[in-house]
């Protein structure tokens, strides 16, 4: 006959249980931010709007910059792999680079990111896509609603 387990049963269950290894799931969360500022240094002499925002990943971190300011990408800048969304590499040194995601929107985002950080393209898809939703949502004379924690995983 089979039953309910029994005191013996339901022990082996919880310890097989607890033996599964769990899976750490990567996140993003906003530090600081978003700010309003203006200028994007890594871009030739503007005066551009932007939000400014900083993202802690483990320990890392990952800017990003709105605008809804004119930016035409410069035919130099060469494309990053990523399988799911068109980046741009913008800038780059030894430790970070700065992308451009090519956006048919209004707007457009760059993110800074260490060189070896191999989640860009997870975090650059939770972003927008929750960002997206944000600015469908939110009210546009505020600042734009950085999302606070993304799962990377």
Do not use: K
């Not at 030739?44 to 400014?52: A, I, S």
Request: proline share 8%; aromatic share 14%.
């Amino acid at each position: 006959m089979i039953g309910a387990p029994g005191r013996v049963g339901y022990a082996l269950l919880m310890l097989l249980v607890g033996t599964i290894p769990l899976v750490a799931q990567e996140r993003a969360v906003l530090e600081t931010g978003p700010e309003l500022r203006r200028g994007l240094i890594f871009l030739p002499v503007n005066v551009l709007d932007h939000y400014w925002g900083e993202y802690s990943v483990g320990d890392g971190r990952i800017v990003v910059y709105y605008t809804r300011g004119y930016v035409s990408p410069y035919l130099d800048w060469p494309e990053a792999p990523c399988n799911s969304r068109v980046l741009l590499r913008v800038a780059s040194n030894a430790d970070r680079e700065v992308l451009f995601l090519v956006n048919v929107e209004s707007w457009h985002v760059f993110v800074e990111a260490p060189v070896e950080f191999e989640s860009t393209c997870a975090f650059v898809d939770a972003f927008v896509r929750r960002f997206r939703y944000f600015l469908e949502v939110g009210n546009g004379e505020s600042p734009p609603p950085f999302p606070a924690i993304l799962s990377l995983g």
